[in-house]
């Protein structure tokens, strides 16, 4: 695996842990979008592009993330145990006792795969950090990441 660009569109809250939004191609012909980059308690790291775990309403079948308190169609008021996988005996938690509400769509198959990607993304960020310092500096175009909605929009 050959990472042949790295694109980097730094945040604008300096407060916030989400430091920047990633892409990156590999061998000039494959492209992951949405990775992040944020700031951690030893340092910045890059996360893997995710999306929201859902379920379905028990009395009309309607996705609803996993915090949502009522569903989004009917309005019918949701197990508020059901993150945990309680009602249905699954278990939804992580080893650290998080719960799993988020589940990576793209993500490195082994630590040196890992590895390369954060050093060269991180690398990326390092530099369009410093770029950013200068007068006169115009972030890159980037497509926005993406929304949890995967609905098809109308734009007639």
Known sequence: MNITEVRVKLTEAKKNRLQAFCSITIDNDFV???????EGYKGAFVAMPS????????????????????????????????????SRGEAREESRGKFK????????????????IEQKVLAAFKEETEKAK????????MDEPDTDDYGIVDNE
Do not use: M, W
């Open 32 to 38: 992951v979008r949405d990775l992040k980059i944020i």
């Open 101 to 116: 509400l988020y589940a990576d769509t793209a993500h490195p198959i082994n630590s040196k795969c890992r590895d390369e």
């Open 51 to 86: 999306r929201k775990l859902a379920d379905k309403c028990t009395k009309c079948g309607c996705k609803n993330h996993l915090r949502a308190r009522f569903c989004n169609d009917c309005g019918t008021k949701l197990d508020d145990k059901r993150a945990l996988g309680e």
């Open 134 to 141: 200068q007068p006169g500096y115009k972030p890159p175009v």
